[in-house]
């Protein structure tokens, strides 16, 4: 399988990279970051797999345009052989655990569903940002009075929003959290029949993806997916949750 990397992250990780260039050594050794990893499978699938995503260390690029984030202690963000179809954060290691299972499930489904590699890394990264988004509320402690799920989601959301600041981006994982939806993959409970990314999360995340930049996310409304008067009120919603979101990360950055 060839994994490309999307464009608005190539962007993303030539300023994370400038971000970092700008610290000290003895101040980044003692900070905590996502550390890429690429644990032993057995199944040769799986392999295969693998090394289609070590072989250009793609997972450690994609971190690397979150590197902005200053975390207590190191968190892994492993590809794994799990014997399920999930992706699941591990608070007591800590580490988000992205299973080949699920990787193998999702590029099944999606092409039975005539969709290709693109919509595989929309979703891909939907889950992925999602299980990140566990690990940094519980590790910087963010004072949130949301339900965990939607908690998580967030982090989906926000950088959602900074790639949407670059002009000639366009979005992704708004159409990777429809996908999961419409798919009904339940990637924390893989036996579960019940969807993850239910119809009341999926209504709040484009809720707040629109809200954060309508202009890019016009197809939201067209396509029926919000209402013109909630998407209205969503745009209230998004500058509201942006500011809060902002005001509580803001001590948690490098630099
Ligand atoms: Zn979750």
Redesign the pocket.
Known sequence: MNIPMPRRLTLLTTAATLALLALSPARAAAQGRWVPAYPTVRTPAYAALQESFRSRDRLGSLLETMSEFNLPRNITVEMAECGVPGAFYQPDRPAVRLCYELVTKLLEEIRADGGGDEEFFETFFAVML?AMG?ALVDELNLPLSLP??EA?DLFIADLEREADAEPEETSTMLRGAITLHELGINW?HPRSTEPGMDAARLQKLTCLIYGYAPAKHDWVVSEGRLSESRARACITEARNTAQRWDRMIQPHLRG
């Open positions: 999602h566990h965990a799920e998580a924390e």
